[in-house]
Every structure is written in structure tokens, then in C-alpha cells.
């Protein structure tokens, strides 16, 4: 069988440039929205995750694990209970890359 020539993987980014307000809002919208079964543009910024979103716990703890994973930060559980919207996620993951950033 022939074999296909490898392809280039992309440059990890975490290093590459910092992560934009913006960049991290999308991503947070599109996490949102595949969990919640929507699209990212009926993800409002402003929408609360509980109660306009319908977001459980265990939706959460899913969003807890791939922000951590994509962003290489620990948030802890007892913060993230403090994040309602997509602008609370967005000033928290910031927050924390910051700090990240600054123990380096």
C-alpha cells in the first residue's frame, strides 16, 4: 500500500502569541454551543449558561476540562463556579493566562 506523505502539523500556538479577548470568545462560544447542541451565534455573550443555556454541572465540568486543556491553565473548580456568561469565561481564562504568563 502507498503511503501518503506526512503532512506538516501546525505550530503549536500557545507559545506563538498571546491569546486575544477575542480568540479566546470565539473559542469559548463554539465550546458552548457544541455542548448545548447550538450554533456559536445563539451563544450571546451575555447569556447565562444555568439559566438561558440550560448548562448543568456536568456540562461545566466539561468546559472546565477544555479550557484547561486549551489554554494550559488550571482553573480551579471553585472559581469557575463564579463564571455565568461567555464575558465571565473570557475575563477569567485572561486573568489566568496572565498570571500564567507572569510566574515564567
Known amino acids: 500500500m ?3 506523505p ?3 502539523k501546525a505550530a503549536a500556538q500557545p507559545n506563538a502569541a498571546p491569546h486575544t479577548a477575542d480568540d479566546i470568545r ?11 447542541e ?3 451565534e445563539e451563544v450571546s ?5 444555568i439559566e438561558d443555556l440550560g448548562i448543568d454541572s456536568l456540562m461545566a465540568i ?5 479550557m484547561d486543556k486549551k489554554y494550559k ?4 473548580e471553585e472559581e469557575f463556579r463564579n463564571i455565568k ?9 485572561q486573568r489566568f493566562l496572565a498570571s500564567a504568563g507572569k510566574s515564567k
Open 62 to 66: 466539561e468546559m472546565l476540562v477544555a
Open 2 to 4: 502507498a503511503q501518503l
Open 38 to 40: 447550538r450554533t456559536p
Open 26 to 36: 470565539t473559542h469559548v462560544r463554539e465550546l458552548v454551543a457544541e455542548i448545548t
Open 73 to 76: 491553565v488550571q482553573i480551579p
Open 85 to 93: 456568561t461567555v464575558n465571565d469565561a473570557v475575563a477569567i481564562v
Open 6 to 8: 506526512a503532512q506538516p
Open 45 to 49: 455573550d451575555s447569556a447565562l449558561f
